[in-house]
């Protein structure tokens, strides 16, 4: 009896492994929109939504369950591999009043992204109200100074990225409400990398960020794409 109690209890154990082995894995790469208190990896990294209210920063979200990554992770019955995300990041490293952002930028902490399936990156929205230098196009033969201007930086990152990680699904979720020579530049760097994006819109904010509403919107947006993508299934 205890025998068979013993390879019930293994069996079981072995079925809710292979179960969880089996769920693709999803890093979130992302500023301040993907943030979550207790969610992100490293947790030094500063964070914009809280496990409680914040009326300072007038946000209503204070639930990782109410989190646009969160909802997207449980719809499509994934799981978690990480969330490398920092209140603030630009994809480039100047920052807000030309400010060196090498330590937060997504160039920088691509590095550290685990050993996903998919990684959802959702950027550009800081180098767009930082007013960042936009840059030119440039594929190859990058120098630190291109590295402070969007479009080698993010040409940089997606090639880096892909090296990195070969197997990865990377997908690029593209915030609405930019200046459009983001969206331009975003669009045209994807598709030289072949990498998909999402574009947002009508995303509900709340100074400038997404709401419990907003982040439905966005979570509702991001699994349709993905679907229509084919990817992680």
């Not at 292979?18 to 943030?35: E, N």
């Not at 995300?85 to 160039?107: E, L, Q, V």
């Not at 400038?208 to 992680?232: S, T, Y």
């Amino acid at each position: 009896m205890r025998k068979s109690f013993f390879c019930i209890v293994l069996l079981f154990s072995c079925v809710v492994t292979a179960s969880a082995q089996g769920k693709p894995s999803v890093t979130i790469f992302g500023d301040s929109y993907s943030t979550f208190e207790g969610y992100i990896t490293p947790d030094s990294m500063e964070t914009w939504y809280f496990d409680r209210k914040d009326d300072v920063r007038r946000t209503d979200v204070s639930s990782v369950r109410e989190t646009w990554w969160w909802q997207v992770i449980k719809r499509m019955n994934w799981k978690l591999e990480v969330n490398n995300s920092w209140s603030g990041a630009t994809i480039c490293n100047t920052g807000y009043s030309d400010a060196d952002y090498t330590h937060r930028s997504f160039i920088t902490r691509h590095k550290s992204l685990g050993t996903p399936d998919v990684i959802l990156l959702l950027g550009a929205t800081n180098d767009a109200w930082c007013d960042a230098p936009i840059g030119e196009y440039k594929y190859e033969g990058w120098r630190r100074a291109d590295l402070y201007t969007f479009r080698p930086a993010l040409a940089y990152l997606l090639s880096h990225m892909q090296d990195r990680y070969p197997t990865a699904s990377i997908v690029y979720i593209l915030n609405c409400d930019l200046k459009e020579s983001i969206n331009t530049s975003v669009t045209d760097i994807c598709q030289h990398y072949d990498v998909p994006v999402i574009r947002l819109s009508g995303i509900d904010k709340t100074a400038g960020h997404p709401n419990v509403k907003g982040m439905q919107q966005i979570a509702d947006q991001v699994v349709a794409g993905l679907k229509e993508l084919k990817i992680g299934k």
